[in-house]
């Protein structure tokens, strides 16, 4: 059987149901399919809707609350690091000269020991065999902050210990001229 065959025979079945109903059951049976109908079209497609605007009424205000406390804290961020990049290049104090000894002392205070360094000019270049990580990024915090040694480039590979890398790191020191 087609698919033309099958919707001309259900139309006809259904044709002869209705013929074979009177006036009364006629008009209860399209109001009932009038309430099918509308009861559907509202659990399908407006109650979501009402209950989604709800509950964003709801969470409107929290999320407004969010963002003027992440704008806050933006602010404040922005001004910090400012407040930290002028003391950086205002500071009348020299840096720390970079010297083999002052690098071994710094890594020494931090748990670290380089496994190659080689110092040219305001160039470091230091490579770490099985380190702890917070370890590295707090010897380098101490030496961007006390010897304005920043990265340039940096290659880090982590092992299967936690917090434990193998890295290489080479380093620019900004002068104060």
Do not use: C
């Not at 407040?83 to 840096?95: V, Y």
């Not at 360094?117 to 065999?129: E, P, R, S």
């Not at 210990?161 to 620019?172: G, K, V, Y």
Request: charged share 20%; hydrophobic share 50%.
């Amino acid at each position: 059987m087609s698919l033309a065959s099958l919707l001309e025979q259900s139309r006809q079945s259904s044709s002869e149901f209705w013929i074979t109903r009177n006036a009364r059951e006629r008009a209860m049976l399209a109001v009932a399919a009038l309430v099918v109908t509308f009861s559907l079209a509202y659990v399908l497609l407006i109650a979501p809707a009402l209950f989604g605007r709800e509950q964003l009424n709801k969470n409107l205000p929290k999320l407004r609350q969010q963002v003027a406390g992440m704008q806050i804290l933006s602010k404040e961020a922005t001004t910090l690091s400012e407040k930290a990049g002028l003391s950086a290049r205002g500071s009348s104090t020299a840096p720390l000269a970079i010297s083999k000894e002052v690098l071994d002392a710094t890594l020494a205070r931090n748990g670290l020991k380089a496994q190659n360094m080689m110092l040219t000019g305001d160039f470091v270049k230091i490579q770490f065999a099985t380190v702890s990580f917070s370890g590295t990024l707090h010897w380098l915090d101490d030496m961007q902050k006390n010897a304005l040694l920043f990265v340039i480039d940096a290659n880090i590979v982590a092992l299967a210990q936690p917090d434990m890398i193998n890295a290489t790191f080479t380093l620019h020191q900004q002068r104060n001229d």
